[in-house]
């Protein structure tokens, strides 16, 4: 069985910064693109980044420039590096197989709030 689970997450101050990570089990994401996603209060669900199993990425253009997504095959785990961050990030923050190998359910998430 495949899971995922998301860490990192907490309260930081407009500006601020933080590292999420996304940690794989059952199913080795070497080959496979790595996406984050984030739902805000009251809001669907948003793709953030992604990160292609050749090692390039994409992003959304609400983080272009302030957030980084990293991959670390030996340990089975995704990065997200998020600076400068602004109200307008406050979300859960989800990783998940891009495509049809979707892992469902989803994880927990981790909760990013960004608030002075």
């Known amino acids: 069985q495949v899971q995922l689970v998301e860490a990192g997450g907490g309260l930081v101050q407009p500006g601020g910064s933080l590292r999420l990570s996304c940690a794989v089990s059952?199913?080795?994401?070497?080959?496979?693109?790595m996406g984050w996603y984030r739902r805000a209060p009251g809001k669907e669900r948003e793709f953030v980044a992604v990160?292609?199993?050749?090692?390039?990425?994409d992003y959304a253009d609400s983080v272009k420039g302030r957030f980084t997504i990293s991959r670390d095959n030996a340990r089975n785990t995704v990065y997200l590096q998020m600076n400068s961050l602004k109200p307008e990030d406050t979300a859960i923050y989800y990783c998940?197989?891009?495509?049809?190998?979707?892992?469902?359910?989803w994880g927990q998430g981790t909760q990013v709030t960004v608030s002075s």
């Open positions: 998940n197989f891009r495509g049809v190998f979707e892992v469902r359910p």
């Open positions: 990160t292609w199993s050749g090692g390039s990425a």
């Open positions: 059952g199913r080795s994401l070497s080959s496979y693109a």
